[in-house]
């Protein structure tokens, strides 16, 4: 094969429709977009942009704080518990057998192979008050009952007056179970890269110096997986941050989050200035979450370059 | 008599249905550097990996100073292991690498900084303390690795494979400072390699394993002169093996036929693990083998006190300090001798297809089991 590489008319030739696709539906809008977080509307259908900073302005009062605040809080609690529960899972797939690894890692991409409104749908069916985890909190509840009377301890009343089924959906507990199932494989796929390039030897030798299992995960573990760790969290983090089907179906409109809001102006409230000025401030806001990764990284490359 | 430091003691150690180890026994003395040999397979890995603590055997004891540590995790053992990668933590630096052990251990900081600095200075690597183990070449990283060890003063130091990274000047070198440094620090090493000149060179014992089997532990010099069986007079350096297809007994010993030498009297003892067949027709299963450089060859027929065979000059390969030439012999095989490079010169090419005769003493021949019972 002939070498193509450094051939500017093969780059421009190979590079062409991606860029010309991505400067057409993305540049493009978003430019757009960022026009309107400086309009004002006219008429119903026509903006204007007069460069006003109302926009932005609007954004800082406490109604739609409150609703940042909480996004944050949101994308935060979920990010955390992905790390907890997905650290472990990635520790074993890259822990296992040649033979299990590609079935374990096929059952982490599963879901995506589902819709993701008949998933959270189905999530529904679960978390419901008659939904099936209740049902099962029920079935519970009833042989701890049952086991109460075998025992003859009615009279101390242990278990409370009767059932009384678990409020999920439309509470901010609900819209984290959804957030962290939706993110879980995000957060896996990363840590498990990190794990996996590393030398099993070096967990042993940690052993062998005298380190306990704990101390090995401590030492040794956890900070060779570091990089991977913070790649996961800001790949879970920001798609969660921008939730907005789990909200609104978990949510059922109460525990509303920043994308939830900026449809609205969109569609109900047709306020497109303000939306838009809602949306960028959300990319920024990723933007900075970024840059702190790039300085993370070159603050410990240097630190490490320098011992 | 020194003292047993290590005494592995029917180890039995099995992967699912595989037996990667099978009833070894094996005491090992306190100071002295012990290999353990073989090909990639014997189970010689799984042995050290037992003995650190990594594995835990099926059946059988370890016992470390008369003590059994068989269910002793390794974080608890007095012993110490070198890594083949050598497992060097990437993100701290030389110092911090040697100080981890210990850092473990809860040794005060003052003792440890102390210790580390002799540490380092033990394997040369004092102006290296604050390096990246990035930023240390192959032989540096495996000092780092071999004071990380030594530091934390164990009882038996364990290396996989210790030279089988470096290249092949470094690794003559290394060679020498680890048998220099196992000197001055005294600690018992146990060496795990499969390349037998290694194990010759460096240990004071060697164990020679083979398919999870022991087949013989001796010292190199008694491995080389009286191997227990074909197999390990094969591994231990080259040699030229003669299947035996009889056995008979004479007045003076035993009379050995051998296709290719014809019948050649044996004037001793064959050894007890050469069973002699009671009828001339039943297999024997031994050879007679001759070292290579006990091989002369001559172009006229050697005098009659020599065993000698016939053949055609082969390729003639220099090697340095002598030159080793093939003997084709007539039924497809081939010989090996060492000859000495002035012989070589005035030899000429294998295409001239030139007669000659291979010949040696009697008295350099070894008469061997082909596989002994394992020990």
């Known amino acids: 094969m002939q070498d193509i590489s450094g051939k500017k008319s093969v780059f421009f030739a190979f590079s062409a429709p991606t860029f010309i696709w991505l400067t057409l539906f993305f540049v493009v809008p978003l430019g757009i977009i960022w026009l309107y977080s400086f309009g004002e509307n006219v008429t119903i259908t026509k903006i204007e942009t007069t460069w006003t900073l109302d926009n932005y302005r609007r954004i800082l009062e406490p109604e739609i704080l409150q609703l940042i605040g909480r996004s944050f809080w949101l994308a935060f609690v979920s990010t955390v518990i992905c790390l907890f529960v997905g650290f472990p899972m990635a520790l074993v797939i890259a822990t296992a057998s040649f033979k299990a690894k590609p079935w374990l890692l096929l059952l982490i991409m599963l879901p995506f192979w589902t819709n993701l409104l008949i998933r959270t749908y189905a999530l529904l069916n679960i978390l419901g008050t008659r939904g099936r985890l209740n049902d099962v909190l029920r079935w519970l509840y009833e042989r701890a009952e049952q086991f109460q009377a075998m025992l003859g301890l009615?009279?101390?009343?242990?278990?409370?007056?009767?059932?009384?089924?678990?409020?999920?959906?439309?509470?901010?507990?609900?819209?984290?179970?959804?957030?962290?199932?939706?993110?879980?494989?995000?957060?896996?796929?990363?840590?498990?890269?990190?794990?996996?390039?590393?030398?099993?030897?070096?967990?042993?030798?940690?052993?062998?110096?005298?380190?306990?299992?704990?101390?090995?995960?401590?030492?040794?573990?956890?900070?060779?997986?570091?990089?991977?760790?913070?790649?996961?969290?800001?790949?879970?983090?920001?798609?969660?941050?921008?939730?907005?089907?789990?909200?609104?179906?978990?949510?059922?409109?109460?525990?509303?989050?920043?994308?939830n809001v900026i449809e609205r102006q969109f569609k109900k409230a047709n306020d497109w200035p303000f939306g838009s000025a809602i949306s960028l401030t959300l990319l920024y806001a990723t933007f900075i979450l970024l840059a702190l990764r790039s300085f993370y990284d070159a603050a410990r490359s240097k630190r490490e370059g320098r011992m | 008599m020194t003292d047993t430091i290590v005494s592995i003691r029917g180890i039995t150690k099995r992967f699912g249905s595989v037996e990667a180890l099978k009833n070894i026994s094996i005491d090992i003395q306190q100071g002295e550097i012990f290999a353990l040999l073989g090909p990639s397979g014997c189970g010689k890995s799984t042995l050290l990996r037992l003995i650190s603590g990594f594995e835990s055997p099926s059946e059988g004891e370890l016992l470390l100073d008369g003590n059994d540590m068989t269910a002793l995790p390794p974080n608890k053992r007095p012993i110490n292991m070198v890594f083949q990668s050598y497992a060097v933590f990437p993100h701290m630096n030389v110092e911090d690498n040697v100080a981890y052990g210990l850092k473990m251990e809860k040794v005060p900081a003052k003792e440890i900084k102390e210790r580390v600095a002799i540490a380092l200075e033990q394997v040369h690597l004092s102006n290296f303390s604050q390096r990246k183990p990035d930023q240390l070449s192959g032989g540096q990283r495996q000092r780092v690795a071999l004071a990380r060890a030594l530091v934390k003063r164990p009882r038996v130091l364990l290396l996989d494979e210790p030279l089988s990274a470096l290249d092949a000047k470094l690794r003559d070198a290394m060679r020498l400072e680890l048998v220099k440094l196992q000197e001055s620090v005294g600690v018992t090493f146990i060496i795990v390699t499969h390349d037998q000149a290694e194990a010759m060179a460096m240990a004071d014992r060697i164990a020679v394993l083979e398919s999870g089997t022991l087949r013989q532990v001796a010292s190199p010099a008694e491995l080389y002169a009286h191997p227990a069986d074909a197999f390990v007079a094969d591994f231990i350096g080259n040699i030229n093996a003669f299947d035996v297809q009889q056995i008979s007994t004479i007045d003076t010993g035993v009379a050995l036929h051998i296709d290719e030498l014809g019948v050649i009297e044996w004037f001793s003892e064959p050894p007890s693990t050469i069973s002699i067949p009671a009828s001339s027709e039943d297999k024997v299963e031994a050879t007679l083998s001759v070292r290579p450089e006990h091989v002369s060859i001559s172009t006229t027929i050697p005098a009659n006190d020599q065993v000698s065979i016939e053949g055609t000059l082969g390729d003639i390969a220099f090697q340095g300090q002598h030159s080793i030439a093939e003997i084709r012999l007539d039924n497809g095989r081939s010989i090996s001798a060492i000859i000495a490079n002035d012989q070589a010169l005035i030899l000429p090419g294998a295409n001239k297809q030139l007669r000659i005769w291979a010949h040696w003493s009697i008295n350099n021949m070894l008469l061997l089991p082909k596989k002994a019972p394992p020990l």
């Open chain 1, 154 to 259: 009615e009279r101390l009343n242990l278990l409370g007056d009767g059932f009384t089924p678990l409020t999920l959906l439309g509470t901010p507990a609900g819209v984290i179970y959804g957030i962290v199932y939706v993110s879980l494989p995000f957060t896996i796929l990363p840590i498990y890269s990190a794990l996996e390039r590393m030398d099993n030897s070096l967990l042993e030798a940690s052993m062998d110096l005298g380190a306990g299992q704990l101390q090995t995960a401590r030492n040794i573990l956890i900070p060779l997986a570091m990089s991977g760790i913070v790649t996961a969290a800001i790949i879970t983090f920001i798609p969660a941050l921008g939730q907005f089907l789990t909200p609104d179906l978990l949510g059922r409109g109460q525990v509303d989050m920043i994308a």
